[in-house]
């Protein structure tokens, strides 16, 4: 009867233990960092200039240091590639968490809106680019939030996804 019972709580405590995970909401979730993209650029040379003789009064030895002087170094130029890698990375944004106000600042009003209760679909159109965006309220806020979104394009690319959005946030910027 012991055993049963000390079997029991066991159960019991197990299973209280599992209860104590908090779920989060996925823009309340840990995100990756942005991977940045190292941009090399050539190391400066610098000429050496003859050693001043050491015998010299203290004009000499300042044109001395003043003839080994490094030339200046030119701005190094980045790669087309380097650029262009960049650029896409900085188009990279993950719009899962965002806030209402937060979209219309980013992409500009939606091309048409939708209350489905309890949450609500915007839709964004430019071109061959949709973006079908689903928010719902947070429940501690009640500020709608996008839960999920799906980019559709007749591009047929594996980053078709980074070129809409890109597309549809330069369209706003330019508004």
């Known amino acids: ?3 049963k019972l000390w079997h029991r709580a066991g159960l019991v405590g197990l299973t209280l233990l599992s209860g104590c995970t908090a779920w989060l909401p996925p823009w309340e979730q ?4 942005p991977q940045k993209i190292a941009v090399t650029r050539p190391a400066p040379t610098r000429a050496k200039a003859p050693a001043a003789p050491a015998t ?4 000499t030895a300042r044109v001395a240091a003043a003839r080994r002087t490094a030339p200046s170094p030119t701005p190094s130029q980045t790669t ?3 650029a262009s890698a960049a650029a896409m ?13 937060q ?13 489905l209760s309890p949450g609500k679909e915007w839709l964004y159109r430019h071109g061959t680019c949709t973006v079908d965006l689903t928010l719902y309220p947070d ?12 980019v559709t394009s007749d591009n047929d690319t594996g ?3 980074r070129y809409c959005l890109a597309d549809l946030r330069s369209v706003a910027q330019a508004k």
């Open 1 to 3: 009867m012991c055993a």
């Open 30 to 33: 840990a995100k990756p960092a």
């Open 56 to 59: 010299g009064t203290g004009d």
């Open 80 to 82: 087309p590639a380097a």
């Open 89 to 101: 990375a900085s188009s990279d944004i993950d719009l899962v968490g965002m806030d209402e106000s």
């Open 103 to 115: 979209l219309q600042a980013l992409m500009g009003p939606p091309s048409s809106q939708q209350d």
């Open 139 to 150: 429940i501690k806020t009640q500020a709608y939030r996008v839960l999920s979104y799906e």
């Open 159 to 161: 980053d078709r996804k």
